[in-house]
C-alpha cells in the first residue's frame, strides 16, 4: 500500500557530493517525519537526519555543515543533499517515513525504502 523508492546513490571521491531522493507514494492520509539512515558494514544503522511535518530537521552531528535535509510536502519527497564527502560515510542510505494511511489514520507507521549504496573512495 505505501512505498519508498530511493535513488541517487553511487560511488564518488572524496570532497565530491550526491544528492539522494526518496518519493512515497501509496494510500497515505498524512505524514509525519521523514528522513534518512544510513548502515555501514559491521555498523548498526543510525538517523543521518530526519524531518518533522512541522519543519523541525536534526542531524547527526558528523554531517551537520555538510549534508542538508529538505522535503517537497507536495511532491511526498524527501532529498539528502551531501557534500564534501568523506570515506567514513560509505554506507547503505535507507530512507524512513512515518505516516498514517487512509483508512486508518488513528496509527502511525514506519516505512522503509529498500536502501541506496554511497560508496566514497578516499
Known amino acids: 500500500q505505501v512505498q519508498l523508492v530511493e535513488s541517487g546513490g553511487g560511488l564518488v571521491q572524496a570532497g565530491e557530493s550526491l544528492k539522494l531522493s526518496c518519493v512515497v507514494s501509496?494510500?497515505?492520509?498524512?505524514?509525519?517525519?521523514m528522513g534518512w539512515y544510513r548502515q555501514a558494514p559491521g555498523k548498526e544503522r543510525e538517523l543521518v537526519a530526519a524531518?518533522?511535518?512541522?519543519?523541525?530537521?536534526n542531524y547527526v552531528d558528523s554531517v551537520k555543515g555538510r549534508f542538508t535535509l529538505s522535503r517537497d510536502n507536495a511532491k511526498n519527497t524527501v532529498y539528502l543533499q551531501m557534500n564534501s564527502l568523506k570515506p567514513e560515510v560509505t554506507a547503505v542510505y535507507y530512507c524512513?517515513?512515518?505516516?498514517?494511511?487512509?483508512?486508518?489514520?488513528?496509527?502511525?507507521?514506519?516505512?522503509w525504502g529498500q536502501g541506496t549504496q554511497v560508496t566514497v573512495s578516499s
Open positions: 524512513n517515513a512515518k505516516l498514517q494511511i487512509t483508512g486508518n489514520n488513528r496509527i502511525q507507521y514506519n516505512y
Open positions: 524531518t518533522t511535518s512541522g519543519g523541525i530537521t
Open positions: 501509496g494510500s497515505i492520509f498524512s505524514i509525519n517525519a
